[in-house]
């Protein structure tokens, strides 16, 4: 299967590698995936607490072209947006600007689910509530 | 960055066909264009003449009978008369077939394939190292066992399994011993007869012949082997195998192996030491794992996982350079890891950070250099990468971590 330009673009010039001090008060971290399923993806942001903006977004993968290049490409999306912006990036965002194939859709989703872990360990350290909107059913 | 030459490493998925082979194929395609079943003229007979000579070419390479070799399309063709011809040939005496869990799909598929006709099948789990366990062997076979099918040496970690005492057992307990020697022949010595294998599977395209063309050998005798065709026709092949045979294919078959029982001792030495060298040089690197046994394995093969680097981005970084595989297959489809390395025990992960270097007769020193070194740096960089390198480098207890699979 041959990759896209962009995913080859994202994965040979990676946007954003590293860590964040998972520690501080204004960095959330998300932690999606698992080593037997072939993808791990870790991603922190850091938020400004005076205006809320995500101030530095960073991440580290482990996993094919595909993850890598979703992760580098959502710390890019995720820069300059306000926590509430950045909870409404969709997966289908990201496949289609990477032109990812139907095989490689899961390492998108992986990449949505990463953002919101991050956006949730953010507000969670934070006393942050969020009004719950969609409607639980039992 | 200067242009490098792409190197072929994956020489078990196929490997080049040799110069020398495509010499002696191109006048069967437009000269000696006839067909070895017509029976009435020149074409027909230079055609016939040609076929005899390949198949006596392959006979020695096993030090067997020429009529004991018979034409198909491949090795999964092979593998599927002899499974399919057994049972339906045997069924008087049986249904129980024993195999195991680490074989290729061509055998596994067709076992699925025959449980549906009413075979039993017993899929063998295999040791740590790859091996069967002879004693697990012998303690399957069953008064209606017809068939054991077991791999000469397997594909993806070019493990060589006790072939001869494999066959022992089977001789004891009277049941037919099936091997599927796809990645075996041509590169070490296989004499069926010598071991005790009865039905033996293989192909041009792994021993630098042309793809499209395989055989299975049969013993004619002690014992007689009959297998029921799978295709009907024509009654060529001793009526085992119909169809027009692929006479340009055939003719490049028995050069393939005549060269290879020329310089298949010479090709093994020099392999071994380059393979060798790979390996040391990659496992110098911290946190890696040779998969399979090191002292029973074909001499062009090793097996490594990196651990805590994902085998498909870790061939991205090499793969305008080097051509391997990978034991990882990152697909919704199947996310599923390796079945060869997961049936050895191997944990998930690590099957998902294995990588197969498989080198082969034009494989050089240079070729061997420049992977150790582009592998090595596209290990560091994946690990620089690694969320899960960083956690293991902070003293992070990997399997006390709460993952969420998905």
């Known amino acids: 299967m041959a990759y896209s330009e962009k995913v080859l673009e994202h994965f040979k010039n990676p946007r954003n590698v590293g860590t964040l001090n998972k520690d501080a008060k204004n960095v959330g971290t998300g932690l999606v995936g698992a080593p037997e399923c072939g993808d791990v993806m870790r991603l922190q942001i850091e938020v400004d607490e005076e205006t809320g903006m995500i101030r530095d977004a960073k991440f580290k993968t482990f996993g094919c072209g595909s993850a890598i290049a979703s992760s580098s490409l959502a710390t890019e999306w995720l820069k300059g947006k306000s926590l509430d912006e950045a909870a409404t990036i969709d997966n289908m965002d990201i496949v289609e600007e990477l032109a990812l194939p139907p095989v490689k859709i899961h390492c998108s989703v992986l990449a949505e689910d990463a953002i919101k872990a991050a956006i949730e360990d953010y507000r969670q350290k934070n006393g942050i509530q969020v009004e719950i909107k969609e409607t639980v059913t039992a | 960055m200067e242009k490098r030459r792409l190197i072929y490493l994956d020489n078990n998925s196929t490997t080049p066909c040799d110069p020398r082979v495509v010499d002696t194929m191109v006048p069967y395609f437009y000269e000696k264009h006839g067909n070895a ?123 060589i399994q006790p072939m001869q005492e494999i066959a022992k057992i089977c001789e004891k307990h009277g049941v037919l011993f099936h091997s599927d020697a796809t990645q075996a022949v041509g590169k070490i010595r296989t004499h069926p007869r010598e071991v005790g294998v009865h039905l033996m599977s293989f192909t041009a395209h792994k021993m630098y012949g042309p793809k499209g063309v395989g055989a299975m050998y049969v013993s004619r ?73 090191v002292d029973s394995r074909m001499p062009h093969v090793t097996n490594i996982s990196f651990k805590h680097v994902e085998g498909e981005g870790l061939m991205m970084t090499f793969n305008q350079n080097i051509a391997v595989s990978s034991g990882s297959a990152c697909t919704s489809a199947s996310l599923e890891p390796s079945y060869v ?66």
């Open chain 2, 221 to 293: 005798k002690n014992p007689r082997v009959k297998v029921t065709a799978q295709m009907d026709g024509g009654g060529h092949e001793r009526g085992m195998r119909s169809g027009t045979l692929n006479v340009p294919g055939i003719v490049g078959f028995g050069k393939a192996a005549e060269i290879a029982m020329n310089e298949m001792d010479q090709d093994a030495a020099r392999l071994s030491k380059l393979r060798d060298r790979l390996q040391a040089e990659l496992t110098k690197m911290e946190e890696t794992k040779i998969n399979g046994n």
């Open chain 2, 341 to 406: 390395l997961v049936g050895m025990g191997l944990g998930d992960d690590l099957a998902h950070s294995s990588i197969r270097f498989s080198l082969g007769r034009f494989t050089t020193d240079e070729d061997v250099d420049q992977a150790i070194e582009l592998v090595r740096k596209g290990v560091n960089h994946m690990r620089e990468l690694s969320p899960i390198w960083e956690m293991y480098q902070d003293g992070v207890d990997l399997t006390k971590i709460e993952w969420s699979a998905h």
């Open chain 2, 37 to 159: 079943a017509s029976r009435s003229h020149q074409f027909g007979w230079e055609a016939e003449d040609a076929v005899d000579y390949a198949r006596e070419q392959i006979a020695k390479l096993l030090n067997a009978e020429d009529k004991e070799i018979i034409f198909t399309s491949g090795a999964t063709e092979s593998n599927n008369l002899a499974l399919k011809g057994v049972f339906e040939m045997y069924a008087k005496k049986g249904n129980h077939i024993i195999t195991a869990e680490t074989e290729h799909k061509a055998i596994l598929d067709t076992c699925k394939h025959l449980e549906k006709a009413g075979a039993e099948i017993t899929y063998l789990k295999v040791q740590e190292d790859g091996l069967v366990s002879l004693a697990d062997l012998e303690a399957a076979i069953k008064p209606t066992t017809i068939l054991v099918s077991l791999m000469w040496a397997n594909n993806e970690t070019g493990v």
